[in-house]
């Protein structure tokens, strides 16, 4: 199977330091993908590297089926969209977009049919006499965005190019951005360190931490099954409980133990990684936590304190701690009634089936 993008091994050393380390990636053909992580991660250089503005130390960078380590930028079948918009300011949107076309010397007609083509996909077909100034900050990035794709490149790559907008604007863009990719039917490598922003619109997501791949997958999976702690943590709130492994048989659920003794089964971790008594560590998601105002009878429950309640709208944030000291973060549904106040103690419970271990 031929991808629309492909990194073996890729490496990239900057002097002593190794911003990418032996990284490996395949993008089919039509997937918005992302590359998630902290700054400083690699993740941007990453990017670079598959524009062709860095070159790879070390592995091998595949273009569709061709190798691409060394071919200019100019000449590779890719785009990059930028955080900044980089319009040139005096030519209006259309002869902005028409930049591509006219450079590759298409033919008057082919080059309108293109451009008005792109602007209407991306809702800027009735700007296209206007100047860039004359635009807000969402028009000047679909403008942006649409002279980009106006080129029909292999893979479009996006460096954070949302990030100067206002919130309620970026999150209408990332709506607008998922639709764009599925209308135009090209793979998207997305660059960003907000995690909503990559769950939002991509097919798949790779977890970057210090220049190294922590896990690629689904957005339900990175944060239904995190494949690490680092993960576990990045992606989405987390609380992360230590326990002891104590029993991983093929076949049935994990068997785990905390430090006070109560055991529990675990749902999901990865069997390769998990073996009996290994340090490991408990993820749950707060959202999955119920409290109880009284131990129940039939399921294992940590005993904790609420040390602070916190109205959030839909839901209330309930700070918890254990006895020995280990914070447990809830959320409940305004719906129910609150099972207790600050300063008393209730049980947290969990379905089985929402608990996943790691190694820690």
């Known amino acids: ?17 190794t911003a990418v380390d032996a990284i490996d990636l395949a993008v089919p053909h039509g997937e918005f993908f992302s590359l998630l992580g902290p700054s400083g991660c690699g993740k941007t250089t990453t990017l670079r590297m598959i524009a062709g503005f860095e070159e790879p130390t070390e592995g091998e960078l595949l273009l569709a089926g061709e190798h691409g380590n ?13 955080q900044s918009y980089a319009l040139f300011p005096h030519m209006s949107v259309y002869d902005n977009v028409a930049f591509g076309p006219r450079r590759a010397r298409q033919p008057r007609e082919e080059e309108r049919r293109k451009v008005m083509s792109v602007l209407r996909t991306v809702r800027m077909d009735a700007y296209a006499d206007r100047l860039p100034r004359a635009l807000s900050g969402g028009q000047r990035q679909r403008v942006a965005l649409a002279r980009a794709l106006v080129n029909e490149p ?15 604007l970026r999150k ?18 997305y660059v960003t360190h907000d995690q909503e922003e990559a769950m939002t619109m991509s097919d798949r997501i790779a977890v970057m931490n210090e220049g ?73 998601r707060p959202e999955h936590l119920v409290l109880h105002p009284r131990p129940p009878a039939d399921e294992p429950a940590v005993e904790t304190t ?27 549904t305004t719906r129910r009634p609150a099972p207790g106040r600050p300063g008393e103690t209730v049980w947290v419970t969990w379905a089985q089936e929402r608990a996943h271990v790691v190694v820690d």
Do not use: C, W
């Open 154 to 168: 292999a893979v479009l790559l996006l460096d954070e190019p949302l990030g100067a907008l206002d919130l309620k």
């Open 212 to 284: 190294r791949i922590e896990q690629v997958g689904s957005p339900e999976e990175v944060y239904h099954r995190p494949a690490t702690r680092f993960v576990a943590e990045f992606i989405g709130a987390a609380n992360l409980l230590d326990v002891e492994v104590i029993d991983v048989e093929d076949g049935t659920p994990i068997r785990a133990r905390f430090p006070s003794g109560l055991e529990t089964s675990v749902a999901s971790a990865n069997r390769s990684d998990v073996r009996a008594g290994a340090p490991s560590v408990l993820v749950l």
């Open 1 to 17: 199977m031929t991808h629309a993008l492909e990194l073996r091994q890729v490496t990239k050393r900057f002097g002593d330091v």
């Open 172 to 189: 209408e863009m990332q709506i607008e951005l998922k639709h764009i990719q599925r209308e135009v039917g090209i793979s998207f490598v």
């Open 70 to 82: 060394t071919i200019p930028p100019f000449r590779r079948n890719t785009n990059l969209v930028f």
């Open 306 to 332: 609420i040390v602070e309640t916190i109205f959030q709208g839909s839901v209330v944030r309930f700070e918890l701690t254990t006895p020995d000291g280990t914070r447990i973060t809830a959320l409940e």
